[in-house]
């Protein structure tokens, strides 16, 4: 059905209708009429689907044709008396729907003066025979191609202005679009500027301490009085690996964040991406005496994301609930359909969020651990917004926090 319908549209179907009521009905036998009248309408037809009369020649050609045919129906249909004198609607209509004032005139006055012609001598009439009046007839109707014509020309003239409207609104959209993700380029630019020069600072800020104690190690490593203390220069020595391994861990971090994500969408599950993040911090929950328990979606979840990138930020959520809980206390990890998507909550028990640190967690280097190095939330709200999604946070000091994750689910 769908294959017939991009062969055949409704106005086809009109045309083949009103060829067979003319032919039907017509008062007499007519071949002429009725080989004429198939013509004009598969011309009618066939017209649009011919490139050769898209252009500004073929439109003429076409309408020319048009005349012709017409012409020649009412030439071999008693011209002066005959009913089908509407036919040169046809193209006066056709000219209305494609050409400017003068052009619709031109045609208007072309299609009169064929309607008249039929009075010429090389016509066989008897002039005496005629009605009086129908001069003043065919003058009518010459009138009403003229009417038709410019009712015809206001109607198309009003509909390519509004096109015309449209597509510079389209056209100006467009550019207004343009400038804006130019502008957001710039700002995206800028804030990623900013924000190395606020991780540049941090980072430094952070090497600052193992870098003390290093050249304090050192210092007190050249001294002769460790000479004969062993154990001491061991310590120092130890000192002085441990910050190295700091630092480099440091440094790690401060790359995995500043480096552009490549992120790889491919449909997964998310409940398996929660049972993997369950694995990976069992042995850290186990030894805090903390129980993670996680509330899959019915049916699975599955849609179209990083399961690696999730998996990450997954595990820093859980993990930072995990170490902010005390021993007896739950972690919970829910998941489930929402309107707008995919709705991930982690929710722990433990101290809270103090009210004046909840707008500074995700900011690179804010920690409030003693180890910490503050870039974990800092991770997780990066890989969110690569995925389009966003991310909430509901904390209340001494009674835990709940952090609501939605993806959009596409």
Known sequence: MKRWRSYFKAGDFAWLLFVAILIATAPETNYNAFILLPLIGAFQIIEPRL????????????????MVLSYLLLGWTHPLYSYYYQIFLIPVVSAATTFELAGVIAVTVIAGLAYFSFWLP???????????????????????????????YEQ????????????????????????LREAQVSLRRSERLAALGQLTAGLA??????????????????????????????????YIGSE????????????????????HPAEADLNAVADEVVRQQEKLAQHLEVRVVVHKAEGGCR???DADLLTVALSNLVQNAIQASTAGQEVDVGIERANSGVRIVVSDQGHGIPAQNQESIFNPFFTTKPQGVGLGLP???????EHE??????????????????????
């Open 205 to 238: 800020h952070e090497l600052r301490n193992p870098l003390g104690t290093i050249q304090a190690s050192a210092e007190m490593l050249t001294k002769e009085t460790l000479a004969s203390r062993p154990e001491v220069r061991a310590e120092m020595a130890e």
């Open 379 to 385: 991770i997780v709200a990066k890989i969110i917004d």
């Open 122 to 152: 090389i016509f066989d009439y008897d002039k005496t025979q005629l009605p009086p009046d129908l001069v003043s007839i065919m003058s009518l109707r010459v009138a009403f191609f003229a009417i038709v014509a410019f009712l015809v």
């Open 389 to 410: 999604g966003r991310i909430e946070v509901f904390s209340e000091e001494g009674k835990g926090t709940r952090l609501e994750i939605i993806l959009p689910d596409n």
């Open 156 to 179: 198309a003239r009003a509909k390519r202005l509004q096109m015309a409207r449209t597509e510079e609104a389209a056209a100006q959209l467009a550019e207004s679009n343009r400038s």
């Open 303 to 305: 849609f179209i994301f």
């Open 244 to 263: 190295v391994n700091r630092m480099n861990s440091l440094i790690t971090s401060f790359l995995n964040f500043a480096r552009p994500l490549q992120i």
């Open 51 to 66: 490139k050769i009369f898209g252009s500004r020649r073929g439109q003429v050609a076409s309408l020319a044709l048009k």
